[in-house]
């Protein structure tokens, strides 16, 4: 089993720029999530997705879009890159959403430059 | 509203020295509570998590974390600190029916030999 796993690790990107961070996990897990993670901030929730075909915003949606391609695969696209968007993404999955005792499980991250 | 402090951003110890990692919380309701290491340029990894059985919970590599509702405190504990014990540790809190993790601003644990 490879849990959770990011493409790319690293990217830079110019402003303006699109790009799509790809997620899979082969743990059929129902829920996944994006976060991104910035320095003294913690994690911060992005977009979820509870099941295969919903999706919903998270706390900080702004800027980005998402895909659940399939139960296994959940993708985060940037449409117009912004040096805002500097930060680690990581990925994650569970098996229910909601319950409030499920464990997320990590992917290893993205590292995006945006210049 | 679901909301973690953790109250210190660094701690630092020396090999062999007892860790303790403070987290204090604030929930609507009965709170489930985490705590996730983060090795340096790695991913997340579930240390332990409270789910309303045990007060005292017990987690992977020597951690452990006490309950207190009273107190609103889910303080990280280790007797004996070891080198690779250093990274970012996070506290974590959710609510039943939220979908949502609140993370803390996570705790940078430096052990020195």
């Known amino acids: 089993n490879a849990g959770v796993t990011q493409t790319p690790k690293f990217q830079v990107l110019k402003t303006g720029q699109s790009m799509t961070l790809q997620c899979a996990q082969d743990m059929n897990h129902n829920s996944m999530y994006w976060y991104r993670q910035d320095p003294g901030m913690g994690l911060r929730l992005i977009y979820y997705?509870?099941?295969?075909?919903?999706?919903d915003k998270g706390e900080v949606p702004n800027g980005y879009n998402v895909s659940r391609l399939n139960k296994r695969e959940f993708s985060l696209r940037l449409e117009s890159a912004a040096p805002s968007q500097t930060s680690v993404y990581f990925c994650?999955?569970?098996?229910?959403?909601?319950?409030?005792?499920?464990?997320?499980?990590f992917g290893p991250g993205t590292r995006l430059t945006v210049l | 509203a679901q909301s973690v402090t953790q109250l210190d951003s660094h701690v630092s110890v020396s090999e062999g020295t007892p860790v303790l990692l403070r987290c204090n919380y604030s929930s609507s309701y009965s709170p489930s509570l985490f705590w996730y290491v983060q090795h340096p340029n790695k991913g997340l990894q579930l240390l332990l998590k409270?789910?309303?059985?045990?007060?005292l919970v017990k987690g992977i590599n020597g951690f452990e974390a006490e309950f207190k509702k009273s107190e609103t405190s889910f303080h990280l504990t280790k007797p004996s600190a070891h080198m690779s014990d250093a990274a970012e540790y996070f506290c974590v809190v959710s609510d039943w029916g939220s979908y949502a993790l609140n993370f803390g601003k996570g705790t940078s644990l430096l052990v020195t030999p």
């Open positions: 409270y789910t309303s059985a045990a007060t």
């Open positions: 997705s509870a099941s295969e075909g919903t999706t």
């Open positions: 994650a999955s569970s098996e229910v959403v909601g319950s409030g005792v499920d464990t997320q499980y």
